[in-house]
C-alpha cells in the first residue's frame, strides 16, 4: 500500500514539474518575442516577426527568413533551441501519456472480476443479436465476463452498451481462466472458432474448466459430431452442433418446406420456455397436459434428469439436515459425476407417461 502510495505520489511530482517547465519555457518564449523587436528593429519589424522567428527556431524548423544579429539575440536563440528539443519532449511525453493511461482506464472498468461470483463467462466474441445479449443480461445483469483474444471495437461497443467484464486472452488457457474467476461461474458457453482446430480447443477448455469448477454448468459449441462423446466424457453439461442444426434445416427445408420457418419461430418465440418447478412429478403425461391447458398452455414434452450434481448436493444436504433418506439422491448423483446418467428429451411421450422427479417440462403459452 504505502509503495503503491509513493508510485502515485512521485507520477503527480514528475507530472507537476513537466507541466512547470513547459510554462517557464512558453513565457520565456513569450518575453523573448517581445524584447527582440526593440533590441533589433532593423531585423524584427514588430512582435509577430520575432514571434514568427521563436516559434520556428523552437521546433527546430530554422526557416532563416529572419535571424537576429546581436550577441544577445543569438544566445537567446540558442537557449530557445535546446530549451525547445526539451520541451517538444516533454509534450510529446505527456500526449502520449495521456492518450495510454485514458484507454488503460476505459479498460479498467471491464477488468474488474475479482469480486464476481455465480456469474455467466462467455468464451469466444461472435457480434450477438442485441434480443440474446439483452437475455443475458436480465438473467444475470452486470455479473457477465466475456473472454476473447482480442479486443475489437464490436467488443468494446457491446461491453459499454452493457456494461459487462471483459478478460483478455486465449479461453483455452488456465491463467486466462483463472481470471474471468472461473472458479465461481455459475455457467460457462464456449462459442467455436469456426477454423482447423477449433473443435479440439473447445474440447481443451472443457477439461481446464471441469479441473477448477466440478459444479459449473458448460455450455460448448462444436463443428464435428465425433467430438461429442469427448465433451461427454469430459462432463459436458450441454452440447451444442450448428453445423449439424444447419443441415437439417437445409434437408428438412427441401423434404418439408417451411420447417425451418417453423423451428426458427420456435426458437425465437419468448412464449416457449422449460420450466424446472412444476407441480408434476408423479402424474402421467396426460394429467399434466390437461391441467396445463386449461391455463391455456400446451405441454410439449418433458426433459428427464434434469438436475445438476451441485443441485443435488443441496438436497442430499437439506434432507441429511433434517433427518430424511437421502440414499437415492446419493446414487443419482454418483451416476451423473460418472456421466453414467444424461439429459433425455422426450417429445409428445405416450399418454401414461409418468414424469419422474428432476423433469423438467417443454411448455408453450397460448
Known sequence: MIREKTERLMQKFEFSLANFYLFVYSVFVVVIAIVLP????QNFKDFFDAFWYMVVTVSTVGYGDVVPHSEFGRLMAMLAIFGGVVAV????????????????????????????????VICGFKTPRKDILAGFVEKYG????????????????VLNEYDLKFVQGNYNEEEVLKRANIEKADRVMILNAHDEYSDAKV???????????????IIAEIINPQYENYLLKSKCDEIVMSEEYNRFLL?????????????????????????????FTG???????????????ILLGVIENDVTAKELKKIILNNMHFG?????YKTLLNKIKNSE??????????????????????????
Open 251 to 279: 434437408s428438412k427445408s427441401i423434404t418439408e418446406p417451411g420447417m425451418s420457418k417453423v423451428i426458427r419461430k420456435l426458437l425465437r418465440t419468448s412464449n416457449f420456455k422449460i420450466q424446472q418447478k412444476h407441480p
Open 203 to 217: 474440447l481443451e477448455t472443457v477439461i481446464i474448466i471441469r479441473s477448477l469448477n466440478n459444479e459449473v454448468y
Open 142 to 157: 452486470k455479473n457477465i465476463v466475456i473472454v476473447y483474444h482480442d479486443f475489437p471495437p464490436e467488443l468494446e461497443d
Open 38 to 41: 526593440y533590441l533589433e528593429p
Open 341 to 366: 446418467i444424461q439429459k433425455n428429451v422426450i417429445i409428445n411421450p405416450d399418454d401414461d407417461f409418468t414424469i419422474t422427479e428432476f423433469s423438467a417440462i417443454i411448455l408453450m403459452k397460448r
Open 89 to 120: 519532449a516533454v509534450l510529446t511525453a505527456q500526449l502520449t501519456t495521456q492518450l495510454v493511461t485514458k484507454k488503460i482506464f476505459s479498460k479498467k472498468r471491464y477488468l474488474m472480476t475479482e469480486n464476481l461470483n455465480h456469474h455467466l
Open 283 to 297: 402424474k402421467t403425461y396426460k394429467e399434466a397436459f390437461d391441467a396445463l391447458l386449461d391455463k391455456r398452455e
Open 324 to 328: 430424511k433418506d437421502a440414499q437415492k
